[in-house]
């Protein structure tokens, strides 16, 4: 399993993005797609989390009313539509897959990160 994360992108704080998270594959082991974040020196963020069977959303406190995760099964692809950005979203964003739902970066892949830019 392959994933390839794009989307990211230079905003002004207020503005939107979408993340896509494309998987080259799926299997038992990947029914789980996350969204992580990471600053330099900071440690990796859990953002959000979908079940691809179930559709079951968490979020991160931080982004719950801003940030929404989807899914679309046919194109194997996730999605991170970002809204009401504000400077401190900056960060490179991770896709990650794996079996189970959590909020610790436990997750068995990872795609490359997308830097996110929000100016004030």
């Known amino acids: 399993v392959q994933l390839q994360a794009f989307g990211g992108g230079l905003v002004q704080a207020g503005g939107s993005l979408r993340l896509s998270c494309a998987a080259s594959?799926?299997?038992?082991?990947?029914?789980?797609t996350a969204w992580f974040r990471q600053v330099p020196g900071k440690e990796r963020e859990f953002v959000a989390t979908?079940?691809?069977?179930?559709?079951?959303?968490y979020y991160a406190d931080s982004v719950k009313g801003r940030f929404t995760i989807s899914r679309d099964n046919a194109k194997k692809t996730v999605y991170l539509q970002m809204n009401s950005l504000k400077p401190e979203d900056t960060a490179v964003y991770y896709c990650?897959?794996?079996?189970?739902?959590?909020?610790?970066?436990?997750?068995?892949?990872w795609g490359q990160g997308t830097q996110v830019t929000v100016s004030s």
């Open positions: 979908i079940s691809w069977n179930s559709g079951v959303t």
């Open positions: 594959g799926r299997s038992s082991r990947t029914r789980t």
């Open positions: 990650a897959a794996g079996p189970i739902a959590t909020m610790t970066p436990l997750y068995e892949y």
